[in-house]
């Protein structure tokens, strides 16, 4: 439990979870250790139905350096197959249903700037730099960046980034649609904080379903695709918070939703 406090620490802010890294000597590299921490976090949150937005930030000087250089350093294959079994936090965060922002201030660097993009949304401090580092390393990204960049921001852009290693400031990266919102330098956590508010303040089923639709869009054809919106609008209908949000809409009253 005290390794689990230091390298992530987790405060609830009412209906917002948010998850802190904390390896500020390392520059929040994702150690194993802290990577096992972060999924383990992610899928007791999203199996709590008070949950209804996850934040996930580093501090002010770093996001997530990516991976352990250090421990990247010795790795074999073997070590590596030998991983293949659990869920890796790739897998757990392409898995949660509750809505993820990242929170990004400084380096998100490798797997820290792959952590941000599997999030659902990005909010930059106009300090954040953005990059695929792991050429100069000799690799190539592992935690979804080649995919989760190119479907973003498109090939060309995409193979620069992965293929220079070069970083790129909060407002490039907004330009490129990746970054939602850059936020003033002393704001960033707090418009982060504001924005999940505002999600966790909606009706929490729709947001899942929602959330479940426009994921959809980058593994499915149109038409699939679209059959499946309408499947899950069906569902959004079938709820009670459907009754409470038209019925509140027309007698001009806040929505009470309570995730039925
Ligand atoms: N891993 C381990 N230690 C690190 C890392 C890292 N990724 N990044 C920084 N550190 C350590 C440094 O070794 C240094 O340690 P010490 O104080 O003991 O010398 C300390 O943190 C401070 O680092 P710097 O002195 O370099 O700090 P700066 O503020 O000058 O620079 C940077 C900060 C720009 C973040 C710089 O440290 C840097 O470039 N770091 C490496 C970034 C990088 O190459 N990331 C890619 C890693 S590979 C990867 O992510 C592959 C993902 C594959 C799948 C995902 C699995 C998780």
Redesign the pocket.
């Known amino acids: 439990m005290d390794a689990e406090r230091k390298v992530l620490i987790q405060e609830r802010h009412d209906a917002v979870v948010l998850l802190r890294l904390n390896r500020p000597?390392?520059?929040n590299?994702?150690s194993p250790e802290l990577?096992e921490q972060l999924a383990a976090a992610l899928r007791r949150n999203d199996a709590d139905p008070s949950v209804r937005c996850i934040v996930i930030a580093g501090h002010d000087?770093?996001f997530a350096?990516?991976?352990?250089?250090?421990q990247?350093s010795e790795r074999e294959l073997a070590d590596l197959l030998q991983e293949a079994g659990g869920a890796s936090?790739w897998e757990v965060l392409a898995a949660c249903r509750t809505p993820l922002i990242a929170a990004v201030s400084g380096?998100a660097?490798?797997?820290?700037c792959?952590l941000a993009l599997a999030c659902d949304m990005i909010v930059a401090s106009e300090t954040a730099q953005f990059g695929q580092?792991?050429i100069?390393?000799g690799?190539i990204?592992?935690?979804g960046g080649t995919q989760r960049l190119a479907r973003v921001i498109g090939k060309q852009r995409t193979m620069e980034l992965v293929l220079t290693g070069r970083r790129i400031p909060a407002e490039e990266a907004q330009r490129l649609g990746f970054v939602n919102r850059v936020a003033p330098a002393d704001r960033w956590l707090e418009e982060a904080l504001d924005l999940a508010q505002t999600v966790a303040r909606r009706a929490p089923l729709a947001a899942r379903l929602a959330k479940d639709a426009v994921l959809a869009a980058d593994e499915l054809p149109l038409s699939a695709g679209l059959a499946h919106e309408r499947r899950l609008f069906e569902l959004a209908m079938a709820t009670e918070d459907r009754r409470e949000g038209t019925r509140a809409f027309l007698e001009k009253r806040p929505a009470r939703f309570v995730g039925r």
């Open positions: 000597e390392a520059r590299a994702l990577r000087e770093h350096a990516g991976a352990d250089i250090a990247l936090l380096y660097l490798g797997g820290g792959e580092p792991e100069r390393l690799i990204p592992g935690g």
